[in-house]
């Protein structure tokens, strides 16, 4: 397994929008399968601990002969493009466009989508008009984008009423205004986005789908910024069950997310093994 640093570019207009990727790859012939893996953002689960974890996750995946491609969405991490850009349906694009070049160029016949929690709402959107998207692993999806959304701005808030702390919960940037996300500032159209997630929203059909919720300590849920109601991830997997092949499992969280590189690696080679099995036509 060799880990190389590099930039996939998807052509808009005149310009290019330019991905940063760390790939873990094979160094014999790829087997065929190849992973996306699709961060969170917004959260702290999404940002220090989630890195981690794909790192870890990612290096066994290899060591199974896929390859494995973590990305930095336009205007986050290592990619080009300033924090305001960041949006949730050019995201979705960008995806897109990354699965495309993997299967032209490196020959890939099955492409699975890994998402946390964010990173899990825009692998389902993407998955949704894609037919050759047909396996994904979402762990803890943002189920209600409402409560995720009005939460965190309402702690920020409290936070500052308690300290007496006057403060402006929108920014200006070039003239338009855009919403303080705890100093992330959230465009129009990626706040409509994230308030429009629902447990009745994803619209996917004959996917394989491995789903994860997150059973976390309060202790780990406090430190990650986990806000969530088990009753709506219910309520997902049964929209989902409904047209696709859903395995639902619950991980443990205590502190850290190396509880999440133990219970999903063994599943996620399980994974790997069925689709190096399949047929070419499969």
Known sequence: MMERMFYFDRPLGEDSRRLFCHGFLSEETPAGVAFVLLNGFLDRMGDRHLRALQADLARVLAGCGCEV???????????????????FQESCRDVAHVVDTLRASRGHRHVVLLGV?????????????????????????????????????????????????????????????????????????????????????????????????LAASPDAARELDIITDKREIEDLRRTLSAANRVRFGTVPLDGDCQDLVRHLAPDAVQFVRLLQSLPPEA
């Open 69 to 87: 491609y973590h990305l930095d969405y336009f205007g986050t991490g290592d990619s080009y493009g300033e924090t305001h850009e960041m949006d």
């Open 117 to 213: 929690r964010l990173g899990a709402d825009l692998a389902l959107r993407l998955a949704e008009s894609r037919t050759d998207l047909q396996h994904l692993i979402l762990v803890e999806p943002v189920v209600n984008g409402r409560l995720f959304y009005k939460s965190r701005l309402f702690l920020r808030r409290s936070a500052h009423l308690l300290y007496d702390i006057q403060v402006d919960l929108e920014l200006e940037i070039d003239g338009q205004r855009y919403d303080d996300f705890d100093g992330v500032p959230v465009s129009r159209g990626l706040k409509e986005a994230l308030l429009g997630l629902t447990a009745e929203g994803p619209r996917c059909e004959g996917k394989k789908i491995l789903l994860y919720s």
